[in-house]
């Protein structure tokens, strides 16, 4: 009887902590991977604080990432202000971007300089009384013709920053004028492009960007060579 107390007594005691160390493991363990297991943690807790974490970090760089690609300029801002695909400055020197602006033609009707990108652009400013525009201007309207006639896309745009719309009427049929003509009464363009003589001429390319300025009365020899190196 008292073998048989013994063996009782000791039979459960040793089967018991065996038994349980297993389970003890396979809950603390959610990965059977070590590299994953210590990225994600050993618990439930601090896998979903981690995954938050990640899923917040991508969100933040995928806002950042949107910023930098998004275009600097706004809708609607206004043109004068807008740069060319070469990142050059809005200026009226040469290699700048030509400011835009919007005058009135002879005929009331509003042109903006931006209406004619795409096309090489000759602008001129020029008023009725001044000696060297009138010397300047027969050849210029003779090779603006020519041009049409070739069916060439070349635009020349006069500017009169002095005279009413009645004296430059006048002036425009005398001469024979086929090429726009508009009125810069406040003298804003004029200002804009810092002009300091009249005549002076800016030849702008296709991209709008200034390619070359002169001042005084330009002759067809100049004028071709200058508007050959816009029209490419």
């Given at each position: 009887m008292?073998k048989?107390r013994?063996?009782?007594?000791t039979?459960?005691?040793?089967k018991t902590?065996?038994?349980r ?5 396979k809950?603390q363990?959610l990965f059977q991977?070590?590299v994953?297991t210590?990225?994600?943690g050993r ?6 604080t981690?995954?938050v ?5 991508i969100?933040?760089?995928a ?5 930098l690609?998004?275009?600097?300029t706004?809708p ?7 740069q060319?695909?070469s990142?050059a400055?809005v200026?009226?020197q040469?290699g700048?971007v030509a400011?835009?602006f919007?005058l ?6 509003q042109v ?6 795409g096309k090489?652009v000759m ?10 525009c009138l010397?300047?201007i027969?050849?210029?309207?003779q090779?603006?013709?020519?041009q049409?006639?070739?069916g ?8 009169n920053?002095v ?9 425009v049929?005398q ?12 003298q804003?363009?004029?200002?804009s492009?810092n ?8 030849f702008i390319?296709?991209?709008g960007i200034i ?5 005084g ?5 100049t004028l071709q060579?200058r ?5 490419g």
């Amino acid at each position: 009887m008292a073998k048989s107390r013994s063996t009782r007594n000791t039979h459960p005691v040793a089967k018991t902590p065996a038994s349980r160390k297993p389970q003890q493991r396979k809950v603390q363990q959610l990965f059977q991977s070590d590299v994953l297991t210590a990225l994600f943690g050993r618990s439930v807790g601090t896998l979903v604080t981690r995954v938050v974490f990640i899923v917040a970090a991508i969100g933040a760089l995928a806002i950042i990432t949107v910023g930098l690609l998004r275009p600097t300029t706004a809708p609607g801002t206004p043109s004068s202000t807008l740069q060319s695909s070469s990142n050059a400055p809005v200026g009226f020197q040469v290699g700048d971007v030509a400011p835009n602006f919007t005058l009135t033609t002879l005929d009331g009707k509003q042109v903006s300089l931006s209406d004619y990108r795409g096309k090489p652009v000759m602008l001129n400013f020029w008023y009725a009384t001044c000696p060297s525009c009138l010397a300047e201007i027969p050849g210029m309207q003779q090779f603006y013709a020519s041009q049409q006639s070739a069916g060439k896309d070349l635009v020349i745009l006069g500017i009169n920053s002095v005279d009413n719309a009645q004296t430059a009427q006048q002036f425009v049929q005398q001469e024979g004028m086929t090429y726009p003509v508009v009125l810069d009464n406040q003298q804003r363009v004029a200002t804009s492009y810092n002009l300091t003589a009249t005549p002076t001429s800016y030849f702008i390319d296709r991209q709008g960007i200034i390619r070359s300025v002169y001042v005084g009365p330009i002759g067809v020899a100049t004028l071709q060579q200058r508007v050959a190196e816009i029209s490419g």
